[in-house]
């Protein structure tokens, strides 16, 4: 699922990966969506 994907990510680049910050913005959205399919 392309949202495991988005957090795995931010996961790396909470620990220095370098992503452009429009990807980590995208990341980011996909993440929140990902929670939000799992709360509802």
Do not use: S, T, W
Request: net charge neutral; charged share 20%.
């Amino acid at each position: 699922m392309q949202y495991f994907g988005a957090a795995e990510a931010l996961h790396r680049y909470f620990y220095g990966l370098d992503i452009a910050d429009h990807q980590v913005r995208n990341n980011f959205r996909q993440c929140q969506r990902l929670l939000d399919l799992l709360l509802a």
